[in-house]
């Protein structure tokens, strides 16, 4: 999450391809990684025994990287869905994203269970035009099967030159059997900050969290009152989708529309670990200068989009609508090892300022609203992956019920409309238009005063 007050080209790269991550970046110590308690080294004989065995008996030649390799994984794997070893491939995809440009189809993906998952498509990305979702899984490209391969294999396979296609073979949760999609490659130009003027409303997309994500908000939303005519009439932050990054932007971001207050706190095993991040007003005042602001979220919402959401939220600064966000409150602390191997590793959980853990539960919305203009929405919804579904996740202190966390799903009669009839009246976002929609009922109020608190709708 945090930087330590240092830019590294590693840190700016953890961006959307990094998963749910909110990532700080410190130095390894020689006597940090030395500091091994002498009670487990039974256990490290243990392993060396086993690498003897594999050495002296399996039945081909075994080569020692993959078998080291092999080894750190494991250990790794066995804490936490988010800690990490990266090498080699794994680390080079991340600095292919440094610039924010590459060739391919604008897709963030993950291993999960031997299968390539679509994490998110980019906005504007070539992904995106050809219908690809969050939450689709990958089987197949151009006809042959990739479960249970190498990630980064079927990452580079997706990769290519400008203009040219293939062929993705998708399984759908919600959908009956699978289906192929043709994508053409094209240059990525990665945007983490969009915008765009609806009548009076702003309407600011804020894609991944790396760097300068703040400034970018605030430059947006300058621009956007100089098209009103500086008549804005409020403001929607529209977080859904949005994987996470770097903590400093999500804090820089909150502390836009904030002048006073807690923005997050962080607790860890280790003392160090311990921080809390204020409203510390880096910009002038509250940026929107009072006006109302709705943040638009859903299970793709994830770490430091939570953040943000969180932070407004228990501040009275934002209306929360969409659906129940992803509920990943741990954070990542990238250590390097060297120039080419780092270590991801999780070091504590974060909190919004009431204390309210996001791990597991995620953040709630004020007005539950589902995206009915996407006709795979509602089921793909109720299959969705939160991060209460990954193996070995960190359980949230507070001991929630999942199941308890979906109790909210009874029909609305506001929400009865197919997606066929919202097609029909040109609504091809049924989320964005309904917050418009509640947005315009405010018009003509007069905007809070710095610092004031909007009534938080239910």
Known sequence: MRLNGKRSSLACAVRAALL???????????????????RVA?????????????????????????????????????????????EGASLERLRTMIDGNYQGLGLSVVMDEGTVK???????????KAGIKAGDYITHLDGKLIYGGDLDDAVARMRGAPGTSIKLTIFRPGRQGTFDVTVTRATIDLQPVTSQLDGKIGVISVN????????????????????????LTGLILDLRGNPGGELDEAVALSDLFLTQGDIVS??????????????????????AKGLPIIV???????????????ALQDQHRALIMGERSFGKGSVQTMIPLDKDHAVKLTTAR???????????????????????SDPD??????????????????????GLDDKKLENDLKDDPRFKMTADELKAKGIKDFQLWYAEQTMDHTAGLPPLASGAAPAKGK
């Open 350 to 372: 974060y909190y919004t300022p009431s204390g309210h853990s996001v791990q597991e539960g995620g953040i709630h919305p004020d007005i539950r609203v589902p995206q009915l």
């Open 20 to 38: 749910l991550s909110a990532v700080a970046l410190v130095p390894a110590t020689t006597a940090g990684l030395a500091a091994v308690d002498a």
């Open 266 to 287: 962080q607790r860890g095993r280790v003392a160090s670990e311990n921080a809390v991040w204020h409203a510390e007003t880096a910009f002038p005042g509250d940026a």
């Open 42 to 86: 039974p256990q490290f004989g243990r392993l060396f025994d086993v690498y003897r065995l594999v050495k002296a008996n399996y039945v081909d030649q075994t080569d020692d990287d993959k078998l080291v390799k092999g080894a750190i994984d494991g250990m790794l794997a066995s804490l936490d869905p988010h800690s990490a070893y990266l």
């Open 208 to 231: 991944e969290f790396s760097t300068n994500v703040g400034r970018d908000v605030f430059e947006n939303l300058q621009k956007l009152r100089a098209q009103s005519g500086n008549h």
């Open 118 to 128: 679509v994490v998110a498509p980019m906005k504007g990305s070539p992904a995106e």
């Open 296 to 310: 638009l979220i859903d299970a793709g919402t994830a770490s430091a989009s939570e953040i943000v959401a969180g």
């Open 377 to 398: 929405a509602r089921r793909r919804n109720e299959l969705a992956e939160r991060e209460s579904d990954l193996a070995r996740h960190l359980v949230n202190e507070a």
